[in-house]
């Protein structure tokens, strides 16, 4: 049987996955519900696959936040607690990350194998331009794309899909969360 592999994502309504400027984390936009739905995706038992410019960008945020922090949500500790792959041809482990393994290659034979071979779903939060790849080559099962209600016209970073092919897209799931932020579950289908 081949394992389900989700790409999760945070988006601005002009697809930008970041800002810059006054901007925080979650564009300033989260609440309760938003933070409750994230622990619970991310409760259940997966693998996640990161690229070397996300796992850095994470290792880097969470090395220097304080307990505190936004960066140490309940739900970002989840993840880092679960099993992860990182596709790179730069980093060498060990990774200070738990159960993390580096995986060097083609980033689409270690996750069509990585499919085969897993027993959990596979989930990847942000890691753009591996995702594009893995959509391009029909390896993802799901786009779940979380919307928050802000546009970063002038500030926007990191385009989610820019470079990317086209695809149409069937919602198989959706809801608001804290009354104002999209969860948009999407089937893709290479153009």
Do not use: C
């Amino acid at each position: 049987m081949t394992a389900t592999y989700t790409f999760d994502v945070f988006s601005s309504l002009d697809g930008y996955g970041a800002a810059s400027a006054n901007w925080t984390g979650y564009w300033g936009k989260q609440g309760p519900e938003l933070l409750d739905h994230r622990l619970a995706l991310y409760g259940a038992e997966q693998r996640m696959v990161l690229g070397a410019n996300t796992y850095r960008v994470f290792a880097h945020m969470l090395a220097s936040s304080t307990e505190e922090s936004e960066v140490r949500d309940p739900w970002v500790t989840r993840m880092r607690s679960l099993p992860a792959t990182v596709v790179s041809s730069t980093l060498e482990g060990p990774l200070d990350w738990p159960n993390a393994t580096v995986v060097s290659g083609d980033a689409v034979d270690i996750v069509a194998r990585l499919k085969e071979e897993s027993e959990v779903p596979l989930r990847s939060h942000g890691s753009l331009s591996l995702n594009r790849a893995l959509m391009a080559a029909g390896l993802v099962d799901r786009v779940q794309v979380t919307l928050f209600p802000v546009i970063t016209a002038q500030t926007g970073l990191d385009p989610i899909f820019q470079g990317g092919a086209d695809f149409d897209l069937e919602l198989v799931e959706n809801r608001t969360l804290d009354g104002h932020i999209q969860e948009l579950i999407y089937r893709p289908t290479l153009h």
